[in-house]
């Protein structure tokens, strides 16, 4: 990576549109010159530029009828939060799985996420995230958890993550920083915007961000980049058109596929130096993801707006991994029973998905009304490709004793060439409708549906991914206001999720259904600035896609489809204590049973609880001190050959910052400040563990 030249062209392109941004003190024209309608026009029309958040109707998070979380930029620079991965570990109720050094797993009230959109538009992310997924293109971050009728098309009951792109802004700036901390750990990120005409009709945004460093494990080294730039502007009197691109790589060297051995021969647990890998110094895994978007709006002379967005994503992932895994488990006393299992691999996808929506009021009964109405088509075309080493490399078979390894034990293999093993295409057809009755001043009344068509045709591992299933999710929810300050809601929505997973014989698993349920009481409180959430919920599903192994023969996970109910409440705090104090806190409990009534997925945490908060003491102007706590409960993995058990922990992180010279800012953050040990998942059978204590220091210089 050639991060003094990517970096330079980044400022240089910074300086270049900051210096063509309107100056904000310019002078109106006449009130009879010919631009001035124009003008006005694009006031009123592009006064607040912003992406379209999940929340498609215009209601507010106090007035939705699901449990809401928003992570705003304040707090993702605050906390140092600058992957998807620490973002979504902030968040109440919801479990970050790092399964592996890179790929992630997120789960919320007992399931997976697979929900997953970016301005409220569909993926383009898988529901499992490969390489660390970077924030710095992201203004903030909604997590709507709950059966998302409403939202989606499929009623996951866990939730909703809707990342919400930057977008230009109507004053001109330039923001930068230099971040170093442990491990050798240095990021680089620039952000400038503006106006790009006088009249303010065209503007733009251009957003980057280089990072590269060590860490904790042995041999492990991580490299990324990401570079974003958006130009909106206003076509004739009522439309608008934004046309944006996205790409960022993602490289890690040493990275573990799979992890460590979790348990002896005799069924106890293992415990190692939180610096322990079974990876070799051969191995990388990396990504690229490329993402170019475009999107038109135009507002109707009855002040009904169409939105269609275009979006396209190309994405590659090239690899070479060493998985290592035991039989029938690691002997304590001579470190032998591992085996090895290489591979390099190439996974890519290509993806096409059009969205368009109609969003406007109607007059009925002599009250005013909302309405939503759209369709979303999307294409995807995937396709893996796989080169063997030979059968007698060192690299299959029994391995040296462990622990103790170096990273050189195993050379590469000298892996053959690259055959099919994949090649599947998928097309969703989405319609949807949600209208938002009004028949009382205190009530309001949601009603929405969702029909899917989903068809997918190919093979993978000689094995056919024929699928062709249709499904509609209805949605209901009520608000009724009790008081000035508090709302009770509740909210239904059927569960019809098709699934990619595939079965022990390597075929599709098929859909999973089911029903979610929500009641809840929202308040806003001191004046409005504090919202506290108290939400109860259950669902059921059949067919559910769980993890059963591994198959050594295609290098592929398989899954069972098991019945699950889960129910649980949250409560969740957010907002301002006071001009100086803010607090995010939310705690989650819930139950995981299967139609039996015996526990499920018990490597989910039954309760979690999570703080952010920042306070700016009026004694020194300039300074910001604040801190997160993340605690959980213990869970456990039994495996039948043994249980794999965490322990509770609660892990604290604080920062300090300072402004200083009117343009100048710097920061201190600590990680994981008293140092605690633990897995970082209990997803698989195998796990590794999470980074200890950790300091970073930052500049940043704002214009």
Do not use: C
């Amino acid at each position: 990576m050639s991060t003094t030249r990517s970096l330079t062209a980044l400022l240089f392109a910074a300086g270049a549109i900051a210096a063509h941004g309107a100056p904000t003190d310019a002078p109106l024209p006449r009130a009879d010159a010919p631009a001035a309608i124009e003008e006005i026009l694009v006031t009123a029309v592009r006064d607040n530029r912003t992406s379209r958040g999940a929340l498609v109707l215009p209601v507010s998070v106090a007035q939705t009828p699901q449990a809401v979380t928003v992570i705003d930029r304040a707090t993702i620079e605050a906390f140092g939060l600058d992957d998807v991965n620490q973002l979504l570990d902030l968040v109440t109720g919801v479990n970050v799985e790092e399964v592996e050094t890179d790929r992630t797993y997120y789960n919320a009230r007992g399931f997976d996420i697979k929900s997953m959109q970016v301005d409220g538009t569909g993926l383009p992310f898988s529901w499992n995230v490969v390489g660390a997924l970077d924030t710095v293109v992201y203004e903030k971050v909604e997590v709507i958890r709950g059966a998302n009728g409403l939202l989606t098309g499929t009623g996951n009951p866990s939730g909703t993550i809707n990342y919400i792109r930057k977008r230009p802004t109507n004053d001109a700036f330039f923001n930068t920083e230099i971040s170093s901390g442990s491990w050798d750990e240095r990021r680089v990120e620039a952000d400038v915007s503006g106006p790009l005409t006088s009249s303010g009709t065209w503007a733009g945004r251009l957003v980057g961000a280089m990072q590269s460093g060590d860490s904790n494990l042995d041999l492990y080294e991580n490299e990324r980049s990401v570079i974003y730039g958006v130009l909106e502007g206003q076509v004739g009197d009522r439309s608008t058109v934004t046309v944006g691109y996205t790409e960022q790589h993602n490289r890690s060297d040493g990275a573990l596929w799979g992890a460590l051995p979790m348990l002896y021969s005799d069924g106890s647990q293992t415990d190692f130096s939180a610096s322990t890998t079974t990876s070799m110094d051969w191995t990388y895994w990396e990504t690229e993801s490329k993402t170019a978007f475009v999107e038109v709006t135009h507002a109707f002379s009855n002040d009904w707006n169409l939105q269609t967005t275009l979006t396209y994503n190309d994405y590659e992932e090239p690899s070479e991994l060493f998985y290592v895994y035991a039989s029938p488990g690691l002997d304590r006393d001579t470190g032998e029973g591992l085996y090895g299992w290489p591979g390099k691999f190439l996974s890519t996808s290509e993806r096409m998905m059009l969205d368009s929506t109609l969003t406007g009021a109607f007059e009925l009964g002599g009250r005013t009304h909302e309405a939503v109405f759209g369709i979303n088509v999307s294409n995807a075309d995937f396709g893996y490709d796989s080169s063997a080493a030979p059968a007698d490399d060192p690299a299959w078979g029994a391995l040296p004793s462990f622990p103790g390894w170096t990273g050189d034990e195993i050379p590469r293999p000298a892996f053959g060439s690259a055959v099919e093993m994949a090649d599947w295409e998928s097309d969703t057809r989405r319609v949807f409708g949600v209208v938002k009755l009004n028949p009382l001043d205190p009530l309001s009344v949601i009603v929405g549906f969702n029909a899917i068509d989903y068809t997918s045709d190919g093979f993978s591992f000689d094995e056919p991914q024929n699928t062709d299933e249709t499904g509609t999710s209805p949605y209901l929810g009520v608000v009724y206001q009790l008081t000035d300050a508090i709302n009770a809601y509740a909210s239904y929505s059927d569960i019809y999720e098709p699934q990619p997973e595939i079965d022990a014989q390597l075929r599709p698993l098929g859909a999973a259904e089911g029903t979610s349920y929500e009641l809840g009481l929202k308040s806003m409180l001191l004046h409005e600035r504090l919202l506290a959430t108290v939400a109860l919920f259950r669902a059921e599903q059949e067919n559910y896609a769980e993890y059963a192994g591994f198959d050594s023969e295609s290098g592929l996970s398989y899954y069972d489809g098991i019945d699950v109910e889960s129910e649980g409440y949250e409560v969740e705090l957010a907002g301002e204590l006071t001009d100086a104090w803010t607090v995010q806190a939310g705690y989650a409990s819930l139950e995981i049973e299967d139609f039996a009534g015996e526990d499920a997925r018990t490597f989910v945490p039954r309760e979690t609880f999570k703080l952010g908060t920042r306070y700016s003491p009026s004694m020194l102007q300039g300074l910001e001190i604040g801190g997160t706590l993340k605690w959980e409960d213990d869970m456990y993995l039994d495996t039948g050959a043994g249980v794999i058990s965490q322990d509770a922990r609660a892990v604290l992180s604080a920062y300090a910052s300072y402004a200083f010279l009117e343009h100048f800012e710097i920061a201190l953050n600590i990680d994981n400040l008293t140092d605690q040990k633990y897995l970082t998942s209990l997803y698989w059978d195998q796990a590794f563990y999470a980074a200890p204590r950790s300091v970073t220091t930052t500049l940043r210089v704002r214009y």
